[in-house]
């Protein structure tokens, strides 16, 4: 069975410096990839994919994600954050072949300083 | 364009009582999903419904149920309701593409369920 690992339960930013969100996933083969956000109070949001191909993705809101097999991880990044990025981070796993239906991480929240 | 609805926002109940939670999928969906996500956790896949029947489910007990209308809207039932139930139910609507078919989720609000 697949499972991701968000080893970060809070992270606290300044506005305007760079971020970095960490994932490790579980899976026996190719696995599908996704970050979700949830703001307060409201459903999630996808920010970005990863089924195959270049390993770096691009995804909105300025978020980029990378997939590293080799390391069993596919991080989020930001070059610049801002006030408003503060919310719930998710990262999830789906099966290939499979249905699609992620599998969760705990979720990291994200804490921006002005 | 209606995105994803869910009501009620928010629900109190006690233990061993029922209830009934409603979605109404986003304009042109046809597929409908429900997730658990207890405080601190991410979301849990409990079940999708397409056509009117449950198409995949996830690990909940019998407890929890579902039921698809014609006009593709969706309920989500629990029995006998524990402390443990007490959660932020989140709906997510979608195209169905067919078995092992990706089609992005577009998620509610959620309802916030306590169960005292």
């Known amino acids: 069975a697949q499972s991701v690992t968000q080893p970060d339960i809070h992270i606290t930013v300044s506005e305007g410096a760079s971020l970095e969100l960490r994932c490790n996933y579980s899976?026996?083969?190719?696995?599908?990839l996704f970050w979700y956000v949830q703001s307060p109070g409201q459903g999630l949001q996808l920010l970005l994919k990863?089924?195959?191909?270049?390993?770096l993705v691009q995804g909105i809101k300025g978020f980029e994600a990378e997939f590293k097999r080799s390391q069993s991880s596919f991080n989020l990044r930001k070059p610049s954050v801002h006030w408003s990025d503060a919310a719930e981070y998710f990262c999830a796993v789906g099966a290939s072949g499979g249905s699609y239906i992620p599998t969760f991480g705990r979720g990291t929240s994200l804490i921006v300083h002005p | 364009d209606a995105g994803v609805t869910q009501s009620p926002t928010h629900l109190i109940k006690t233990r061993g009582q029922q209830v009934t939670l409603r979605c109404s999928p986003k304009s042109g969906h046809d597929t409908v999903s429900w997730y658990q996500q207890a405080l601190g956790q991410g979301p849990q896949f409990i079940f999708q419904y397409y056509e009117e029947e449950e198409r995949q489910r996830g690990n909940f007990p019998d407890r929890f149920s579902g039921h698809q209308f014609p006009n593709y809207s969706s309920e989500l039932n629990v029995n006998a309701l524990l402390l443990g139930d007490s959660a932020l139910y989140l709906c997510a609507s979608s195209l169905w593409g067919g078995q092992g078919s990706y089609q992005p989720q577009h998620f509610g609000d959620g309802t916030r369920l306590s169960i005292l």
């Open positions: 990863y089924f195959s191909g270049d390993t």
């Open positions: 899976y026996g083969a190719t696995p599908y």
